[in-house]
Each structure stands twice: as C-alpha cells, then as structure tokens.
C-alpha cells in the first residue's frame, strides 16, 4: 500500500502532535534535511489537514503581517504562555505560515 506525507508544521506543541498521530493512525518521519513529515494513508491525511490546532507563531513578522494573515485566512489569533498561536485547521494555518513567510521574504528583499 502507498503511503503519502504531510509536514508538520514547526511550532506545533508536542501533545497535539501526538493526538493528530493517534487519532488520525499516522507515523513520523523525518527527512535526510531534517524535516519532520506525517506520514499515512491518503485519506487519513485528508482527515488530519482538517485537524484544528494551535501553533506558535514563530519571531519574524510584524503585527501588521499578522493581522492581514489572519483576515485573509480562517484562522484566529490567540495569545499563550509560549507567545502568540495562530487557531484554526492545519490547511489554513500552513496558508497562513506561507503567506507570512513571503512577507517577510519581500521585507528583506529575500
């Protein structure tokens, strides 16, 4: 049977990792460049992208890339002892990580 991969996305908190890999029957891998990856059957991948979760948004981008990610996305901004969580379904908070990469990537003239 052919698996399928999906990333985990950094700032994932640990707990919610482990319920995603329970709940949704996947594994971890992780690749040669150190990227952790889920990995299971399609559908169970398609059910885990609809998971909602709370990640940490990393340093980087302003409060103004942040409020146009969480306009333009589904998701919601909340505030944690390990900083500010973006909430919402994997799919849409991965959109949202993308869009403020490229943010910060035309900021810096990357």
Not at 98 to 109: K, M, S, T
Request: glycine share 6%; no cysteine; aromatic share 4%.
């Amino acid at each position: 049977m052919v698996k399928h991969t999906m990333r985990v996305l950094s700032g994932m908190q640990p707990r919610q990792v482990d319920e995603m890999i329970e709940k949704y029957h996947l594994n971890m891998l992780q690749t040669d460049k150190g990227i952790i990856l889920f990995e299971g059957e399609l559908e169970d991948l398609r059910k885990a992208s609809k998971h909602v979760l709370d990640v940490t948004i990393p340093p980087g981008p302003t409060v103004s890339e942040i409020k146009d990610a969480v306009d333009k996305f589904d998701v919601k901004l909340k505030q944690s002892n390990d900083g500010p969580q973006l909430h919402g379904q994997l799919t849409e908070i991965n959109d949202a990580f993308n869009y403020l990469v490229d943010r910060i990537q035309e900021r810096l003239g990357i």
